[in-house]
């Protein structure tokens, strides 16, 4: 078990382009969480996935915003049409069923 | 709507001292969890601490306790024989029961700094 991973650990992106980020979440675990993390804040909320299935997004999560689970395994989280406020540190966790959540070491987003 | 306030943005212990770090949340429902995790510089969150709503008792794990006080919404963190490694953010947050979601709420955080 070698925790989440996720990849790229740091993205650097001129205003209007898309990314792309994906997250490996630790191998029995069946649900999968994406978090956004701005300096000086907690995380927050932006979506949830039981095993293929996307059954929460937040508000935070606008329509340039796409996150996928297509297997029920790793995930991959777009931002299409960079903004300089998309910047941030995008993290994953994952948990088995009810337990806790298991966090990834992020991805920084730098948007210029 | 369930909120969760850290009202210290930073903490100091000298090494080998006792920290509480503190955690207020705001919610109307009865079960639920709260959890401490901390963040090392530029590594990953990582689960200190667990407690169900439900339980009277309060959890520990090794040299960290909590007090969790329901009626007052009030969870706190203790650290005990504080180390250098202890040195971190600290998030605390709240993950209901009835709600049907599994999202977590996470406070702003605290930077503990331990000094030798």
């Known amino acids: 078990d070698t925790g989440v991973s996720q990849n790229p650990r740091h993205k650097i992106t001129k205003r209007g382009q898309n990314v792309t980020f994906r997250c490996d979440p630790i191998?029995?675990?069946?649900?999968l969480y994406w978090y956004r993390q701005t300096l000086g804040q907690g995380p927050e909320f932006l979506t949830y996935?039981?095993?293929?299935?996307?059954?929460?997004k937040s508000r935070l999560l606008s329509d340039r915003f796409s996150a996928e689970r297509p297997k029920g395994s790793f995930s991959t989280l777009e931002i299409q049409r960079t903004e300089q406020g998309d910047s941030a540190m995008y993290l994953c966790?994952?948990?088995?069923?009810?337990?806790?959540?298991?966090f990834g070491p992020g991805t920084r987003l730098t948007v210029l | 709507a369930q909120t969760v306030t850290q009202s210290q943005p930073e903490m100091s212990v000298q090494e080998a001292e006792t920290v509480t770090l503190s955690c207020t949340y705001d919610?109307?429902?009865?079960?639920?969890?709260l959890f401490w995790y901390k963040q090392p510089p530029s590594r990953q969150m990582i689960l200190v601490i667990r407690?169900?709503?439900?339980?009277?008792q309060n959890a520990t794990e090794n040299r960290f306790s909590v007090n969790f006080q329901k009626a007052a919404k009030s969870f706190s963190l203790k650290i005990s024989d504080s180390q250098l490694g202890d040195a971190a953010m600290y998030f605390c947050?709240?993950?209901?029961?009835?709600?049907?979601?599994?999202?977590?709420?996470f406070g702003t955080g605290t930077r503990l700094k331990v000094l030798a």
């Open positions: 919610t109307s429902e009865s079960d639920y969890y």
């Open positions: 947050a709240y993950r209901s029961l009835t709600s049907g979601t599994y999202k977590y709420i």
């Open positions: 966790a994952s948990s088995l069923a009810d337990r806790e959540q298991f």
């Open positions: 407690q169900e709503a439900y339980k009277q």
């Open positions: 996935f039981q095993n293929e299935a996307q059954l929460e």
């Open positions: 191998s029995e675990h069946n649900r």
